[in-house]
């Protein structure tokens, strides 16, 4: 009972990142009807930006770690998302018009030109993650000693979660991107800058698979620059378990796959890790290809 | 002159639609184009709230140019549109609706009296403000487009084929409807129809197009009893 309890909380703050980085899949799709193929290595970014602020800025020397964690939360997912919006606009909105298959090749473009980025600037090796930031590293709770990391992950991917949940299905700018999603054309005529919301989903996407990447990189230590390869497709299965496109989907099908994966790694074996990943998404794309809560994919493609 | 059309010529890839399009709309009028399957109407339409580029030719309204803005900036300046088949956002709710054909506002107040106008105007939406517009009949669903067009409080209101896959009944009520706001709000309306009748009956001008030209222009009355229009689109008699 007790290691099922472990398992479950490594499996929900796995989930909870593959569930920030689906969201970011997700959203794209659902205004461009688009895979943003590089949207892993911006994942991989926020996992090096994390790494710069700890190793070479040294953040936790001057502020205490709970101001330096939010410190580099917000520094990642700013600098994410601003090489979220220049990616939009230099490999996507120019082929907003294109044939489809430009636009991915584009997006294949984008990976590549990261991820050699990274590998540039921090070379190819691994880098490692230093440790302290939690100064206390369990949390005692019903007699469980659970590591308290792995909990400050899945609250943070929680707590973001349902922000974005109340942005999306609130306000009225959730409201204009779900209407994008819908119908381009119409959301136009009705006077909303499909621009400006293309934008926006290229700040909040990024800003999330961003901060996802600087998570794994507290929860696990070691960080590659191919690390968004893996994690990526991992997210994308997720975001067509849930069904692509939609958002409470990707939150679902994160969490899921999450939990899957550590109770596959557990009780069947630490092989099945990644491959239960494939069974899953090729189980949906035969049973159920729109996901557990998609719906018209017909009409979408 | 509210809205002036010059020339309008419109391509779909090497495929001409508008061979040169010349109309024009008086501030308080209502004026329709009438006109069979695939003559052009839409894209008129579609151009003038610059959804379409057009390749030559200009549109101005209230003396600006306006066939280079973006549909939104169109749409600011108070051109509103409820296209053809409704486009509604199914998947959201009534009042979502309604609040995004007021995305131009800035406003506040402006827009939640402008809400309640709508449902004054239309007052089974406000009874199901909270249902998704999917759900809609048929006739709600044309009242909920017409409201969320209307919310941006537009000076032209551009109608296509609001009449499309109603009851008789129903299409009397909204050209009504059409009517009121005319009179009471003032809003000026270009109406595409193929009801030839149920337009004419609202419309002080028409204008009937063909394969992409406009190939008349009369007062409604004189459409009424022209021969043709009536073997064309009057069923006739
Ligand atoms: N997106 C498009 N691509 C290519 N051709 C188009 C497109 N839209 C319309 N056309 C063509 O342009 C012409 C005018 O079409 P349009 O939709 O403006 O006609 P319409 O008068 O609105 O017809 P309807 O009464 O059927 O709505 C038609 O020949 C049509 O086939
Ligand atoms: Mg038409």
Redesign the pocket.
């Known amino acids: 009972m007790e290691n099922f309890l472990q398992q479950l909380l490594n499996g929900l703050s796995l989930g909870g990142i593959y569930a920030l980085i689906a969201l970011g899949y997700t959203m794209v799709y659902g205004v461009l009807k688009l895979i943003n193929f590089a949207h892993g290595d911006l994942f991989t970014i926020g996992a090096y930006v994390g790494f710069t602020l700890l190793v070479s800025v040294g953040i936790t020397d001057s502020v205490d770690p709970m101001a330096a964690l939010i410190i580099m939360g917000a520094t990642v997912m700013l600098f994410v998302a601003t090489l979220g919006v220049g990616l939009e606009r230099a490999a996507y909105r120019p082929l907003r018009h294109s044939p489809r298959l430009s636009a991915v090749v584009s997006a294949l473009g984008a990976s590549i030109f990261f991820q050699n980025a990274v590998m540039l600037i921090y070379g190819a090796r691994f880098h490692v993650y230093p440790q302290g930031l939690f100064t206390k590293s369990t949390l005692s709770l019903f007699g469980l000693y659970l590591p308290l990391v792995k909990v400050f992950v899945l609250m943070v991917s929680l707590v973001v979660m349902t922000l974005l949940y109340f942005f999306i299905q609130k306000t009225l700018t959730g409201a204009a991107i779900r209407a994008v999603a819908i119908d381009h054309n119409a959301a136009r005529l009705v006077g909303i800058n499909v621009d400006k919301v293309v934008t926006i989903v290229f700040v909040v996407g990024p800003a999330l698979g961003g901060l996802a990447g600087l998570m794994v990189g507290l929860l696990y230590g070691q960080i590659t620059f191919t690390m968004g390869w893996l994690y990526g497709l991992k997210a994308f299965t997720a975001a067509i378990l849930g069904g692509i496109g939609n958002i409470p989907g990707a939150m679902l099908g994160g969490i899921i796959l999450g939990i899957i994966e550590s109770m596959a790694s557990a009780y069947l074996s630490i092989a099945w890790k990644d491959a239960v990943t494939f069974v899953v998404l090729i189980l949906i794309l035969t049973i159920r290809p729109t996901g557990i809560l998609g719906e018209r994919i017909a009409e979408k493609v | 002159m509210l809205l002036k059309v010059e020339g309008l010529v419109v391509k779909?890839?090497h495929?001409e639609?508008l061979h040169g399009i010349d109309l024009h709309v008086e501030e308080g009028e209502v004026v329709t184009i009438l006109?069979?399957?695939?003559?052009?109407?839409?894209?008129?339409l579609l151009t003038i709230s610059g959804l379409i580029r057009p390749e030559k030719g200009s549109i101005s309204f209230n003396h600006k140019p306006i066939h280079k803005l973006q549909p939104h900036e169109i749409v600011r300046l108070g051109i509103a549109q409820v296209p053809?088949g409704r486009r509604l956002f199914g998947t959201l709710t009534v009042r979502e609706n309604l609040l995004l054909g007021a995305i131009t506002q800035k406003d506040k107040q402006g827009v939640a009296r402008m809400e309640d106008r709508i449902y004054n105007l239309f007052p089974i939406l406000k009874e199901r403000s909270s249902q998704l517009a999917g759900t809609l009949s048929g006739g709600e669903q044309q009242m909920l487009a017409i409201g969320r067009a209307l919310m941006s409080r537009p000076k032209l209101l551009l109608l296509?084929?609001p009449s499309l896959g109603l009851a008789p009944l129903l299409v009397k009520s909204i050209f009504e409807t059409l009517e009121e706001i005319n009179r009471n709000e003032g809003v000026t309306v270009l109406l595409?129809e193929?009801n030839a009748r149920a337009a004419l009956s609202i419309a002080h001008r028409g204008y009937v197009?063909e394969t992409?030209r406009i190939v008349l222009s009369e007062e409604a009355k004189s459409l009424l009893v022209n021969p043709d229009v009536k073997k064309a689109y009057l069923g006739g008699h």
Do not use: P
């Not at chain 2, 069979?36 to 839409?42: D, E, F, H, Q, V």
């Open positions: 779909y890839g495929i639609a006109g069979a399957n695939g003559a052009g109407k839409s894209t008129t053809e296509d084929e595409v193929q197009m992409g």
